[in-house]
Every structure is written in structure tokens, then in C-alpha cells.
């Protein structure tokens, strides 16, 4: 079941800002719609509020805000031009506002449209994250494309209906202090609000004891971007620290592959190689590189790895005539670590659980005629097995000792293969290895 909520937001808040990402994740990790509710800053409800305050009130705020930022690794710093026109000398708000009421009529405009959390997260992290001039060029309108909107349109919507968006943002304040509030960012669950970023947690326990539950997979529609974030905080909630590498292939490659690759997780780790930086999601299509295993030069002298070696071996001897972007190659996790056994503690469970995830949007135009092979997947074979709602295993030799290759049946797929680790086991091109005609036709 999905449960609802309403968030209460200001666009010149830092504190909004530094809930809204957050805010934003919940609604993409669990079975929660979260609406966008935007209201006007104080400074337009109440322009002599900020003199009011107590002297120590603005250095206490700064440094609160700074701190909050801090702990939670969100990118902060001084909006550059502030959202609110004002007199910095005397603090006299302007009559006129130009850059708050444009980006908050964009953010009520794409509230009509569903997309205003993730718009006000976009523009949260211009106005507060650094972008200099945030307001010029095609700053906003990035945002607007970002979060799956026509910017055009909006810009359109925008300029034409001024006072019906300016009646809905007044109906939103409304709204808000009828719910038992006043102030931004406030979470409204089921008439409880829940104000300020302090109280996310306390929200989602509430919103706990009514079910909220974890969604299942990701999506088949998402976005590279929402797969990425995904990716990303479960790399930064699990403490992993060598980077992450998913898909080795290009985007072409997830349309209607013929053969499908997937291996455990990258390796790498145990020497400086900086790849503690790397967050690949998709190699990148203009980068020169089709397939990884195929044509980049991880060795540094052009010559192929072990790895590399045995799985053009795989395609040239069994799928000689499926072309290079016809290849989807992927990892199940894609969290480097130098060994499987050495992901972070406690955390083996929880990247399987993420592959798995993933499975929907990475295979979502897998066709039955593909075929599928995994390498050293053996120990997460049942797991694997059961995505692919796989049936009638069958053991084949390889000819090293007691190592077997293992093929299933499934409606998904002609054929779901397990190959043991082709680092280790380089069984192609041995003439021991003789059902592979067998395994493979």
C-alpha cells in the first residue's frame, strides 16, 4: 500500500534544502508519495520577522545550518544571488522578487504535474549547493529537465498563470496552519506534521507503524539518474570506499541483447588505483568503449587480462555472430572490493539484495532468445535462479578436477548459464573442457 504525506516547502529555506534530499530518497526507497506543498519564504509572509529575532539568533542559524550540512554530506553554501532581494546594510525586504517568485511558481507548477520534490531537490542544490548566478541561463531549466519536466512548458505556465499559481502557493500556507504548523520544512502525515529536518526520522517511524515498507525492486521505468542515486546511497549507507562500477557495456546494449553477461562485483582494492572516486553507472557510449571485456585496455600495455582473454574466448568460439553492442555486460553488485568476502562488515546481505533490485531495470528488455551467463555467481546461483524464475538445473564438467558449470531453464531467457570465476578457472581454449558445445548450444 502506498502511504502519502505532504512537505511544506521554501525555496530561500537552507533548512528545507537540507531536508528535502532526504525527503527525496524516502519517497524513492520506500512505497511513499510524498507531495511538493511550496510556500513563500518569510521574508514575503512576514518581512520584519528576522528583526524580531535575538541578536544571536542569525550566528546560531549559520553555524547550525553548516553543521547539519556536515553530518549529513550534503553539498551547502551561500545562495549566489540570495532567493529574497533585500537591503544587506538595513535588511528591508524589496517590493519586488523576482528570482523567489519565479523558482516558487515553478516549483507549485511542477507540483500539479507530481514531479515537485524531485524539481525542489534539483533547484535545492543550485540555490545551496554553489551554483553562481543560479537564476541566469539554463540553471532552473536543467532542473526542470532533470526532474522529468518540459521546461519550455513550465516557463510558458509560469509567465502566463501568475495569479492562479500565486492563489495555489496562498492555499498551500493555508494549508500548512491548518495542519497544526507555520513554519518550513514541515512534513504533514496523515494531519500529524512533523517540522524541521530534525524530525525525518521520527516521520518515518510514525509513518512505520502504518506500514510504510521498502519497495521491492527498482523500477523497470526509472531513470539512470534514480538508478544511480540508488546505487550511490546504498554505497555511502553500507561504508564502502572503492568506488563502484555497474553496467561495462553501452546503453544500446540494454536494448534486446542477444547475450548477457554477469559477474559478481568489480575487483580491485588491495593497491592505490584511484578508483575511490569512480561511480560509473553506464560506461559512457562516446568514451571509445563498446564492451569492457572486449576493448579497454585495463593491463595498461593493451593486452588483455585473464578475464578479458576468457570471455572474447566465450564469444568468438560460441556467439560469433553477435555484434559487440548486442552485449550487455553488468555486475550483480557494483561495489568494488578486493574480494567478495571483503565487502564491508555486515554488508554482504544488503549488496545482494541491491543486484538483485536491479535486475528489473538492467534486464528490463531482455528477450527470451538472449542467452544468459554468469561467472562466478555459483555461490548466489539460487538467488539469481529465482529472479529469473529458472527451473530444470542441469551439471556440466569442466574439465578442472570437480569445478562444474551449471545451466537452468527459464522463461526469461533461452538459456541461464554459471560458469565458475574465469580468472581463476580459465577453462576456454582447454581441451579439457569438452561439453562446451554442449552448454552453449
Known amino acids: 500500500m502506498t502511504l502519502t504525506a505532504e512537505l511544506y516547502f521554501s525555496f530561500r529555506s537552507p533548512y528545507s534544502y537540507l531536508s528535502v534530499g532526504r525527503y527525496r530518497a524516502m519517497a524513492e526507497d520506500y512505497d511513499l508519495d510524498i507531495a511538493l506543498r511550496p510556500v513563500w519564504p518569510l521574508a514575503i509572509r512576514e518581512p520584519d520577522f528576522f528583526e524580531r529575532n535575538h ?27 540570495d532567493p529574497i532581494v533585500q537591503d544587506a546594510a538595513t535588511r528591508k525586504i524589496a517590493a519586488d522578487q523576482p528570482y523567489i517568485r519565479r523558482v516558487t511558481r515553478m516549483g507549485q507548477a511542477a507540483a500539479r504535474r507530481g514531479k515537485g520534490l524531485v524539481f525542489a531537490h534539483e533547484a535545492g542544490q543550485l540555490i545551496w549547493g554553489g551554483q553562481e548566478n543560479w537564476h541566469e541561463g539554463d540553471h532552473l531549466a536543467g532542473a526542470l529537465t532533470r526532474a522529468g519536466l518540459d521546461a519550455a512548458e513550465i516557463d510558458r505556465e509560469v509567465a502566463a498563470e501568475e495569479d492562479t499559481l500565486d492563489a495555489e502557493i496562498a492555499a498551500n500556507q493555508d494549508a500548512l496552519e491548518a495542519s497544526g504548523h507555520w513554519g518550513v520544512p514541515t512534513l504533514v ?15 518515518r517511524w510514525r509513518m512505520e507503524q502504518r506500514g510504510l515498507a521498502k519497495k521491492s525492486a527498482v523500477s523497470s521505468a526509472a531513470s539512470e539518474d534514480e538508478v544511480r542515486r540508488k546505487i550511490q546511497r546504498e554505497y555511502e549507507r553500507g561504508g564502502h570506499s572503492l568506488g563502484w562500477s555497474y553496467i561495462y557495456s553501452t546503453r544500446a546494449s540494454r536494448e534486446n541483447p542477444q547475450l548477457v553477461t554477469i559477474g559478481l562485483n568489480p575487483g580491485g582494492g588491495r593497491t592505490e588505483e584511484g578508483w575511490h572516486g569512480d561511480a560509473h553507472l553506464i560506461y559512457a557510449d562516446d568514451g571509445g568503449t563498446v564492451n569492457a571485456y572486449l576493448d579497454q585496455d585495463w593491463t595498461g600495455d593493451g593486452s588483455p587480462t585473464p578475464l578479458q582473454s576468457q570471455i572474447r574466448l566465450l564469444r568468438d568460439r560460441n556467439f560469433p555472430d553477435v555484434q559487440a553492442d548486442k552485449m550487455l555486460s553488468f555486475q ?14 555486515g554488508e554482504l546481505d544488503n549488496a545482494l539484495t ?45 574439465g578442472w578436477g570437480r569445478v562444474t558449470a551449471r545451466v537452468w531453464s527459464t522463461p526469461k531467457a533461452k538459456k541461464l548459464i554459471f560458469l565458475p570465476h574465469l580468472s581463476r578457472y580459465r577453462i576456454f581454449g582447454r581441451p579439457e573442457f569438452t561439453n562446451e558445445e554442449e552448454i552453449f548450444a
Request: hydrophobic share 45%; charged share 20%.
Open 189 to 203: 502525515f496523515e494531519g500529524e506534521p512533523f517540522f524541521g529536518q530534525d524530525r525525518i526520522e521520527m516521520a
Open 354 to 398: 541491491l543486484g538483485i533490485d536491479l535486475l528489473d531495470w538492467t534486464l528490463t528488455n531482455l528477450s527470451p532468445e538472449a542467452t544468459v551467463v554468469t561467472f562466478g555467481l555459483q555461490a548466489l546461483e539460487y538467488e539469481v535462479a529465482d529472479w529469473f524464475k529458472a527451473y530444470d538445473q542441469r551439471f556440466f564438467d569442466v
Open 55 to 81: 541578536p544571536n539568533w542569525l550566528a546560531y542559524t549559520l553555524r547550525d545550518m553548516m553543521r547539519v550540512a556536515q553530518f549529513h554530506g550534503i553539498p551547502f553554501g551561500p545562495p549566489r544571488p
Open 332 to 345: 550483480l553488485v557494483p561495489f568494488r572490493s578486493p574480494s567478495w568476502d571483503e565487502m564491508p562488515n
